[in-house]
């Protein structure tokens, strides 16, 4: 289950709780995981928590189950903090309920406590106070909000190439005539300066994250070459 925490004056946090049964499928929930946090990096710049029972015991990393797990959370940017066991039997000691996160700065605690009422441990993190720091910058484009074909074709028809005929040399040629062409663009779409949103790009979308990472890209339409051209 996912939900959304909003801050006065700091960053939103997506807060993640789960649990994969012991029997559940490892391969299937990678994907479910890997899914959705695909699809918040694509929104833009996010704070994800997941804390759950996972049911894969990393307290031997070593273990062809740990290594597998932990180098996926790895390739997608997470990291899992807590180090301590979190279910103590008579015979056993492991580390199956874990505190996952894509910023490790927030969260720089994370442990488990003892309730007493059964042989798993509590687990938590605290998390500190982020400020955000925006960088503005901005963007030169032209804009179009008056421009008039018709008017802009009469005055490029006014342009006086009398002159550009006698011209030898190319690249003058050439410079007199961008020049020229420039300067009639200029008046009908002037440059203007805007401010660049902190949003991630419509075409950045979780599916072509998910090709990235497997090395592959999607298949290719129309829609999509032309939205990747502009």
Same mark, same amino acid.
Not at 101 to 111: I, L, S
């Given at each position: 289950?996912?939900?959304?925490?909003?801050?006065?004056?700091?960053?939103?946090?997506?807060?993640?709780?789960?649990?994969?049964?012991?029997?559940?499928s490892?391969?299937?929930?990678?994907?479910l995981?890997?899914?959705?946090?695909?699809?918040?990096?694509?929104?833009?710049?996010?704070?994800?928590?997941?804390?759950?029972?996972?049911?894969i015991?990393?307290?031997? $990393?070593?273990? @062809? /189950?740990?290594? !597998?797990? &932990? #180098?996926?959370?790895?390739?997608?940017?997470?990291?899992?903090?807590?180090?301590?066991p979190?279910?103590?039997?008579?015979?056993?000691?492991?580390?199956?309920?874990?505190?996952?996160?894509?910023?490790?700065? $927030?969260?720089? @605690? /994370?442990?488990? !406590?003892? &309730? #007493?009422?059964?042989?798993?441990?509590?687990?938590?993190?605290?998390?500190?106070?982020?400020?955000?720091?925006?960088?503005?910058s901005?963007?030169?484009?032209?804009?179009?909000?008056?421009?008039?074909?018709?008017?802009?074709?009469?005055?490029?028809?006014?342009?006086?190439?009398?002159?550009?005929?006698?011209?030898?040399?190319?690249?003058?040629a050439?410079?007199?005539?961008?020049?020229?062409?420039?300067?009639?663009?200029?008046?009908?779409?002037?440059?203007?300066?805007?401010k660049?949103?902190?949003?991630?790009?419509?075409?950045?979308?979780?599916?072509?994250?998910?090709?990235?990472?497997?090395?592959?890209?999607?298949?290719?339409?129309?829609?999509?070459?032309h939205?990747?051209?502009?």
């Open positions: 289950m996912w939900s959304e925490l909003t801050f006065k004056h700091t960053r939103p946090a997506y807060i993640c709780t789960l649990y994969r049964p012991p029997t559940g490892i391969p299937a929930f990678q994907q995981l890997e899914s959705k946090v695909l699809d918040l990096y694509a929104a833009g710049m996010v704070d994800m928590l997941i804390m759950g029972d996972v049911n015991d990393i307290s031997s $990393p070593c273990s @062809t /189950a740990a290594k !597998s797990y &932990l #180098g996926f959370l790895k390739d997608l940017g997470l990291t899992q903090t807590v180090t301590t979190t279910r103590i039997t008579t015979n056993t000691k492991t580390t199956i309920d874990h505190c996952i996160t894509n910023r490790e700065d $927030p969260y720089h @605690t /994370a442990g488990t !406590s003892e &309730l #007493g009422l059964t042989d798993y441990a509590l687990i938590y993190t605290n998390r500190k106070k982020l400020k955000i720091n925006r960088i503005i901005y963007t030169h484009c032209r804009s179009f909000r008056n421009f008039e074909n018709e008017s802009f074709q009469h005055d490029l028809s006014n342009i006086v190439w009398d002159g550009l005929y006698e011209i030898t040399d190319f690249n003058a050439a410079t007199i005539l961008n020049e020229s062409i420039i300067s009639v663009t200029d008046i009908h779409a002037p440059f203007i300066r805007l660049c949103r902190d949003n991630a790009p419509g075409w950045l979308n979780g599916e072509l994250l998910r090709h990235l990472m497997r090395g592959s890209m999607p298949p290719t339409t129309s829609t999509n070459v939205a990747l051209c502009i």
